[in-house]
């Protein structure tokens, strides 16, 4: 099993020094989240800034996904917006654009991104054709650079669940490129199903796994045991479905004391599954 920590959970840290930490605690990758602390995509310089980060994680032996949760990189007075369900979302598509040419040249296992909260005075037939067009425009910068797209279902978005994941890739005609991103707390929170059925149920499609705990019908990421999710099993089932890519630590508020966290969360999970592994 691959862990890996969410640069989310760093806010507060130089990128290079939250690299630093998660690979000295014994991470082996990190979901990179660009924003304007962390390889800002909008900034001056990016192609050199994206090279000394390449070089960083391949001497810290880190892999790496890209994240593109930032909550006011593109507005500083609205989070998350524009998404791709705004009346201008422009700028949400060049973001998207960006982050697959950060991942191209990061060698990054999958770029993930998420629908976005319908706006007000947006229909909900409207905002699923933007959605879908907005996907499918992604989904060919991305094949032009041979990169992964990792969709995650998020609560209270337009896609929130598998079923909404599953109806957006049929929508895009099955591309084998439009995989899913897989919060394990979120299935905890609104799936009818138990998480290692959810992990089961999107094998074939699964190219990111963040992880985090959580209670049943709440939205809050939580340290691992402080929520309900009995992790060795979910572990059992990432393995059994042939998963191979990062399980990414995702804490996003828990930047304050970031390394004791994270040093926590990995000696949790080892733990996990140890308990998984003696369990065949």
Known sequence: MRFG??????????????????????????????????????????????????????????????????????????????????????????FLRLAVAVGADLGAEAVSFWAGVRPAGVDPDTAWQRLVDGCAATLKAAEERGVTLGFEPEPGMLVEDIAGWRRLHAALGEPAGFGITLDIGHCRCLEPDPVPDCVAAVAGHLVNVQIDDMRRGTHEHLEFGTGEIDFPPVLRALDAAGYTGLVAVELPRHSHAAPDVAARSIDFLRNAAETGREWR
């Open 5 to 94: 920590y969410g640069t989310n959970g760093f806010a507060n840290h130089r990128l290079d020094d939250a690299l630093s930490v998660i690979a000295d605690l014994g991470y082996v990758g990190v979901a990179l989240t660009l924003d304007h602390d962390h390889l800002d995509p909008f900034a001056p310089g990016l192609p050199a800034r994206v090279d000394a980060v390449a070089n960083r994680l391949g001497a810290l032996g880190l892999g790496v996904v890209i994240e593109t949760g930032a909550r006011y990189l593109l507005d500083p007075w609205h989070k998350h917006a524009p998404t791709l369900l705004h009346d201008d979302n422009a700028l949400r598509l060049e």
